[in-house]
């Protein structure tokens, strides 16, 4: 089945930078939106990025300007870079993959990553 494996958490001071990745793999011929979630502290879990497979992104209020979500189609890979990170980036960030196809039969289109923590913190 389809699965992602997500790297890049960890404590990172504010106003500093870090870079989520997110590799799907398995039996996948195409993916049409690639994502971050995440969910902090006594909050419900949120959207922060996608990105179509066309390359229209959408983002938080809370981040832009300051994250950047990117996709390598050939790699099935999503990045987000985040730069300038405030206390209240941090959470747990969810990779998310919607509307996928695979190359057989596979009753559900849409995965999702364990997580990985990101702390901000001095």
């Known amino acids: 089945q389809v699965q992602l494996a997500e790297s890049g958490g960890g404590l990172v001071q504010p106003g500093g930078s870090l870079r989520l990745s997110c590799a799907a793999s398995?039996?996948?011929?195409?993916?049409?939106?690639m994502g971050w979630y995440r969910q902090g502290p006594e909050k419900s879990r949120e959207l922060v990025a996608t990105?179509?497979?066309?390359?229209?992104?959408k983002y938080a209020d809370s981040v832009k300007g300051r994250f950047t979500i990117s996709r390598d189609n050939a790699k099935n890979t999503v990045s987000l870079q985040m730069n300038r990170v405030k206390p209240e980036d941090t959470a747990v960030y969810y990779c998310?993959?919607?509307?996928?196809?695979?190359?057989?039969?596979?009753?559900?289109?849409?995965?999702w990553g364990r997580g990985t923590q990101v702390t901000v913190s001095s």
């Open positions: 998310n993959v919607d509307g996928v196809i695979a190359k057989r039969p596979d009753p559900r289109e849409e995965y």
């Open positions: 398995g039996p996948i011929y195409s993916i049409n939106v």
């Open positions: 990105i179509t497979s066309d390359g229209s992104t």
